[in-house]
């Protein structure tokens, strides 16, 4: 395993439930030698993207904030996003969420809360979650080479998001591929107890899925409301489409022109 690998795990083990780490606990998470956890710590200080506390404990340091804001700015998904979903809350008053793939967890970068005092809060915002427990999850790992995909879901257990039980590999498979012919994926309690939730995806320039843009609601009345919302979230994901690759497209660019062919 190459030094970046390592590096890379131990950065995955700072989390919003876990954001402080010391030496040894570093080195059994990982399978690793203390003397090794040590130099990886030691090494990822000096560049600052971890700090040191007193007692030989780290968290994060602040560089990493500083490549977050980097990553913020450059990047055009959220403000392609962010006003289509305000909009969405006016209108139609639920809680709508912006997640992206991240070695097999669904990302969440951005959320607007519904105006309503029943709203759902939605999950928090930087924060990763096992994509197949999530209706956004399954969107964006249904978008992915199927093969690959069920490769990598055969490797290691699952569990479900509430009831911890092991999740049935075969149905999963079966329903990302209903996401996948549908472009649709649902959520009817299973992640969060009496919440519903759709997501559909936001596409880049050569069709592909870049993020998930799902609408959250309690369970009775995202039931009543259903049909309404999936053509709500396909309208809403269809603008951002449309903005991020205005976004993304450069300075004193032109549609081409097309040629009208004479029929007969």
């Known amino acids: ?22 030496v040894s606990e570093v080195a059994v998470s990982l399978g690793i030698p203390r003397s090794t956890a040590h130099s990886l710590l030691t090494g990822l200080t000096e560049i600052g993207l971890l700090q040191a506390r007193r007692r030989g404990r780290y968290e994060l340091g602040w560089r990493a904030f500083e490549l977050g804001e980097v990553h913020r700015s450059s990047s055009a998904l959220i403000p392609a996003a962010h006003p289509v979903m305000e909009d969405f809350v006016r209108r139609l008053g639920e809680t709508v969420c912006l997640g992206v793939f991240l070695r097999g967890c669904v990302l969440f970068i951005d959320k607007v809360v519904g105006d309503d005092p029943l709203s759902v809060l939605g999950p928090r915002v930087g924060a990763r979650y096992e994509a197949h427990g999530f209706a956004s999850g399954r969107l964006l790992l249904a978008d992915r080479p199927s093969v690959a995909t069920e490769r990598q879901l055969r490797a290691r257990p699952l569990r479900g998001p509430i009831t911890r039980l092991p999740v049935d590999i075969d149905a999963l498979v079966r329903r990302l591929g209903d996401i996948r012919r549908t472009g649709l994926s649902f959520d ?21 899925v870049v993020a998930s843009l799902s609408i959250s609601a309690p369970l009775r009345r995202f039931t ?17 489409t449309e903005r991020l690759r205005a976004l993304e497209r450069p300075a004193g660019w032109r549609a081409p022109a097309v040629a009208c062919v004479p029929s007969g």
Not at 8 to 17: R, S, Y
Not at 189 to 207: I, K, L, M, S, Y
């Open 188 to 208: 009817h309690g299973e992640t969060v107890q009496d919440v519903g939730c759709v997501a559909t995806g936001v596409r880049g320039p050569h069709g592909e």
């Open 224 to 240: 009543r409301r259903e049909s309404q919302l999936v053509v709500a979230v396909r309208g809403a994901a269809a603008q951002v």
């Open 1 to 22: 395993m190459s030094t970046l690998t390592k590096a890379g795990q131990l950065l995955d083990l700072f989390t919003v439930a876990a954001p402080v780490w010391g």
